[in-house]
């Protein structure tokens, strides 16, 4: 049995910051996640650090809390942030008198509103509809949601935190009404233990009620679904906004090599993250309004994920508040030293995890001081290594190496392919991933699949999908020889069924051709299916 | 910087069929090839900034184009990403003195005898070790300046007045360099009743500024030919070409690298010169009072005039005169493609490319070469014993004229 003092349930965005938060107080930790780290609504969001002023009208709050954790991300997580601004633009659209309400509220909120002429607008944006009426620039930002939980996880992991993924949860223990424990199983060994703590908290976002039940307790999570568009390649090179009151599809965002249109907003189960044509439909049309031009750019796939928005009261979907829950046990169903923690931003994470460490450390005597906002989450790679780096790493492959893996597994990287240079050459090409970068994430101890690895190097998310990297990358692990590298066809069939599933809702030109060259490769000449020869 | 049309990445799928088109690829490991170079590194472009020495490694032969099922610029893709490199970098002195073919050309067809002096000049530089100071390779075949310009000479030859007419695009290579292919071209015409007409306001399609990264320049020649090629297309009066390589660039880069609409308005009016004999022979309309001349050619197809899928008319009208064999040499790209072969440090790629087909013609029983191609041919006579001339002259020779 492990035994520590705080058992952190899920791993994103929330729990990430909680256990870097915690370790760096000197809290014992685990966090425990039943699939891999960031699978769920943490990476399944647009990508997008808010500047606040998306919700400056409506909660100033919410605004305030943004434009002050843009500014703390863009510093401690240079590696995760693409530091490009945002760009709100009316359309014909769009109502005309919201624009003086809108800047009086980012300027009460403290977020810059920079007007732009709509000449510098065009030269900036040539793609965006040449029908807008006003446009203004602020400090909003591209942020790699997986990049930055990968990177979150290792500086906690500095500290003393630990990490067990593709855990579940089965049961919550408590005596005399407070929380010593989980069971928990591990899914691939179904080993079935326990795990002694002194306070759990559930940060499970859209999942916290069926975590809550567990303990017989309910409370009211609504998950409310988005779904998104991810374009083949950068349509702009600042995030594009709609100037007007939070609505479907008015945000895009330039991330990594590829655009994210989104987002929508239905209610659903917490495990559901399909998206129907019909999604896909409507949010195209409303995005025209922004890009005229937007259906001659491929879509690539589409994802969704579920907004863990929480309600004392009724209000869901748009009207339910972006503002965090931080639900003591305690205090509401007299189950101590057990916290539910959930509703909350990506932008805001970090400092949700200090409101709830603040509240969860005086309980465990610990009376340290939050310093996450004062501490990068990894080193900055010395000039020397760049350089190193660059030699050995192909055309644009060192800087997205030394951005993906950090300086530290970028020097290791480094080494290996000086020692070989085979292990330098491009498994993926479309997002410039070497063979010593899947090496190296595929030695790590959390990596169980194909998927795994795609989610800390960008494997297959590009243009072909999967389509040539797939039997690269699954040649390249089997060769590790590792317990989940044996099963070849599992492996081809895990991340190719990944790949098929947010293709299929959006499956017409290039992509529909696609698809068809990637059937060729995989069912006809790999046979990956088994089809058995039949005998006459 | 000009607008660029073929920013947009995404007709590729990924299919690598370029990759085995690709002459370079094959020839070196320096060059990734050009679904990665093009259509794949311009997604990360827009996202990074990197030295990438593979750049300058595109020949521009344009094989990725007209092999590619989903129509991909892949080539004008990488000649935009050099171009934008040379934003930022500075221009080698070799590249800076190629792509001045025309001033150049211009100024030495213009003074008597600054020809004899310039290639005279050319021998005794090349012999002093000078061409690999400034970055030329000393082995590539360097083409010789003619003792007339082409269009010097045009105004001596008193044409028939006909009512068809032609305007033709002689091209920097034939005004300066060659000026015979035109005048063949002008009695070929003539002897089927069609008057030849020329336009001094033309100006170089701007193929070598392409290949040497000075994109922008390109524009303002794409401007000035646009404009009198659609003047001419509106009156009804066909334009004809030898160099491939000009035809491409009027005909389709123009508009994949600016946008031209005018291009629209006089592509479907251009014409090979061979195409154009074919196209009338077809049609019952050339003269085939041809002499027997006994003789055997090679013949080898320019890149630049397969991309443009029209087949290799040359190799049928050819064969149509009695006595003329005509082999086809199938033996890939010659290598050189403009000034890529003229460069230090891409003239051993092209040396080893064109390799294959130096060797063809030096072993084959055939005569002569034969290529429209004016680069081709400088290649297909560089160390192979022959000779290699553009279709016309043995058109021309069998008219007998």
Redesign the interface.
């Known amino acids: 049995m492990l035994t520590t003092e705080v058992v952190i349930i899920g791993g994103g965005a929330t729990g990430a910051g909680i256990l870097r938060d915690l370790s760096m107080r000197g809290v014992k930790a685990i966090l425990i996640e039943r699939g891999d780290l960031g699978c769920g609504t943490s990476s399944r969001f647009h990508g997008l650090l808010h500047s606040g002023g998306r919700y400056a009208v409506r909660d100033k709050n919410a605004a305030i809390e943004c434009i002050e954790e843009n500014q703390i991300l863009r510093r401690i997580g240079k590696h995760c942030v693409e530091p490009i601004s945002s760009i709100f633009i009316r359309t014909p659209e769009d109502d005309e008198a919201y624009e003086g309400t809108w800047l009086e509220a980012c300027k009460e909120a403290g977020i810059s509103t920079k007007p732009l002429e709509l000449s510098k607008l065009f030269e900036m944006e040539p793609n965006v509809s040449r029908k807008v009426k006003s446009a203004y620039l602020c400090p909003g930002a591209a942020i790699d949601g997986f990049r930055m939980l990968w990177q979150i996880f290792d500086s906690a992991n500095r500290h003393g935190g630990k990490t067990l993924t593709y855990t579940n949860v089965i049961g919550i223990d408590s005596e005399n009404g407070k929380v010593v424990g989980v069971t928990v199983q591990d899914m691939h060994s179904k080993e079935i233990y326990k795990i002694a703590c002194n306070y759990l908290i559930s940060a499970t976002g859209p999942w916290c009620s069926r975590v809550a039940q567990l303990a017989g307790i309910d409370i009211n999570v609504k998950p409310s679904k988005g779904s998104l568009i991810a374009f083949n390649h950068r349509i702009c090179t600042n995030v594009i906004h709609r100037l007007h009151k939070p609505s479907d599809a008015d945000i895009f965002v330039p991330h990594g090599t590829v655009t994210i249109l989104g987002t929508t907003s239905i209610d659903s189960d917490p495990d559901d993250n399909s998206t129907s044509q019909e999604e896909v439909e409507c949010m195209m049309k409303i995005g025209e309004a922004t890009f005229e031009n937007l259906r001659d750019y491929r879509i690539l796939r589409v994802f969704a994920g579920c907004r863990p928005l929480y309600s004392a009261g009724n209000s869901s979907g748009r009207n339910a508040s972006r503002d965090f829950a931080a639900i003591d046990h305690g205090k509401e169903h007299g189950l101590a030293n057990f916290m539910s923690v959930c509703g909350g931003k990506f932008t805001t994470h970090r400092q949700m995890a200090q409101k709830v460490c603040d509240m969860v450390c005086p309980v465990l005597g610990n009376t340290a001081k939050c310093t996450t906002h004062e501490v990068p989450l990894i080193e900055e790679p010395s000039e020397q290594l760049m350089q190193r780096a660059k030699a050995v790493f192909p055309s644009y492959a060192a800087e997205l190496a030394e951005n993906r893996q950090g300086a530290q597994r970028l020097e290791q990287l480094v080494k290996d392919i000086e020692k070989d240079n085979k292990l330098g050459e491009i498994v993926c090409e479309c997002e410039n991933v070497s063979r010593a970068e899947i090496n190296a994430v595929a030695e790590d101890s959390t990596s169980h699949s194909i998927s795994d690895i795609r989610r800390r190097t960008r494997l297959g998310m590009g243009t072909c999908q999967g389509t040539f990297c797939t039997y690269r990358a699954v040649g390249t692990v089997k060769s590790l020889k590792k317990d989940w590298t044996e099963d070849t066809s599992k492996l081809f069939r895990e991340f190719l069924e990944a790949r098929w599933k947010g293709i299929r809702p959006v499956l017409w030109g290039n992509q529909m051709r696609d698809v068809d060259l990637t059937r060729g490769i995989y069912e006809v000449s790999l046979n990956i299916n088994h089809e058995e020869k039949k005998h006459e | 910087m000009a607008?660029l049309k073929s920013d947009?990445?995404?007709?590729?799928?990924?299919?690598?069929i370029c990759l085995t088109a690709c002459p370079v690829a094959r020839a070196t490991r320096k060059y990734?090839g050009p679904?990665?170079t093009g259509?794949?590194?311009?997604?990360?472009?827009?996202?990074?900034e990197?030295?990438?020495?593979?750049l300058q490694y595109c020949s521009n032969c344009k094989n990725c184009d007209r092999v590619c099922p989903?129509g991909t610029p892949i080539s004008t893709l990488n000649m935009k990403a050099r171009s934008a490199y040379y934003k930022k970098n500075p221009h080698t002195l070799a590249e800076k003195i190629l792509s001045n073919n025309e001033l150049m050309g211009k100024t030495i067809t213009s003074i008597p005898f600054a020809s004899t002096i310039a290639n005279l000049g050319m021998k005794i530089t090349k012999a002093a070790g000078a061409f690999e100071i400034v970055g030329m390779s000393s082995k590539a075949p360097f083409p010789t300046y003619a003792k007339k310009s082409f269009s010097a000479m045009f105004k001596s030859i008193s044409q028939p007045k006909c009512d068809k007419k032609v305007l033709f695009f002689p091209g920097c290579y034939v005004n300066y360099n060659e000026p015979q292919v035109g005048v063949d071209l002008v009695h070929v015409f003539n002897h089927n009743n069609i008057e030849v007409l020329i336009d001094d306001n033309f100006v170089c399609c701007g193929s070598p500024m392409i290949s040497a990264g000075y994109i922008d320049k390109v524009q303002h020649n794409a401007d000035i030919n646009s404009k009198i090629l659609a003047s001419y297309a509106k009156q009804g009066i066909d334009i004809i070409t030898t160099c491939t390589t000009c035809a491409l660039i009027l005909k389709q880069e123009y508009d994949e690298l600016f946008e031209l609409e005018a291009v629209k308005e006089y592509n479907v009016h251009m014409y090979d010169a061979i195409e154009y004999l074919l196209n009338m022979y077809e049609r019952g309309e050339l003269k085939t009072d041809f002499k027997t001349l006994n003789k055997k050619e090679i013949y080898h197809t320019p890149c630049h005039l397969k991309v443009q899928g029209y087949g290799k008319p040359t190799l049928k009208l050819l064969n149509k005169i009695p006595g003329v064999e005509v082999v086809d040499a199938d033996a890939g790209c010659c290598g050189l493609s403009g000034i890529y072969g003229y460069k230090t440090n891409t003239a051993e790629v092209a040396a080893i490319v064109g390799s294959k087909l130096q060797k063809t013609i030096k072993e084959s029983d055939a005569h002569e070469g034969v290529c429209e191609c004016n680069i081709c041919r400088l290649q297909m006579q560089n160390n192979t014993g022959k000779k290699a001339y553009h279709p016309l002259h043995t058109i021309r020779q069998a008219y007998g004229i």
Not at chain 2, 8 to 16: E, F, T
Request: net charge positive; charged share 30%; aromatic share 0%.
């Open positions: 607008k947009n990445p995404d007709q590729c799928i990924s299919c690598n990734r679904k990665l259509p794949a590194l311009t997604r990360l472009r827009m996202l990074i990197d030295q990438d020495p593979m989903s």
